[in-house]
Every structure is written in structure tokens, then in C-alpha cells.
């Protein structure tokens, strides 16, 4: 490699300048007004455009007894 070939601390950090992490947007659940992802289910009440798509007090009691089961391997 040459010399030539180099690239400056500025030019190197002007590209490096759009690698920061942006912050997610957020959207107010329809149903419960609590705030989720874009384009993703709410995680409070498990709807997405106004729709069902997730059991959430399946998903509760299922990490409750998947709790329970480590606290009894302990």
C-alpha cells in the first residue's frame, strides 16, 4: 500500500458520521394508548392494526411457569 492510497482522520470520520444508532419511533397502540414500535404488535395488549395476534396472558402464564420450573431446579 502507498502512501497515495491513505485516507484522512477527517474523511474517514466525515463516513463514520452516519453509523450512529438512531432512536426507534414510536406509535400509540390504538387499543390500550400505550406506546409500541412501529410495525410491530403492541407488546401491552398484543394487537396490531387492531387485530389480535397475540395471547398476552398466555405469554404471562407461560413465563410464570417457565419461572417457577428454574426456581425449583435451583
Known amino acids: 500500500m502507498s502512501v497515495r ?29 400505550a406506546q409500541h414500535i412501529r410495525h410491530r404488535a403492541c407488546l401491552a395488549c398484543g ?10 396472558a398466555k405469554k404471562a402464564l407461560k413465563k410464570e411457569n417457565k419461572a417457577k420450573a428454574r426456581e425449583k431446579s435451583e
Open 47 to 56: 394487537t396490531y392494526r387492531s387485530r389480535a395476534v397475540v395471547d398476552v
Open 5 to 33: 492510497m491513505r485516507h484522512t482522520r477527517a474523511h474517514t470520520k466525515n463516513r463514520r458520521s452516519h453509523h450512529a444508532l438512531k432512536e426507534p419511533r414510536l406509535s400509540v397502540c390504538s387499543k390500550c394508548k
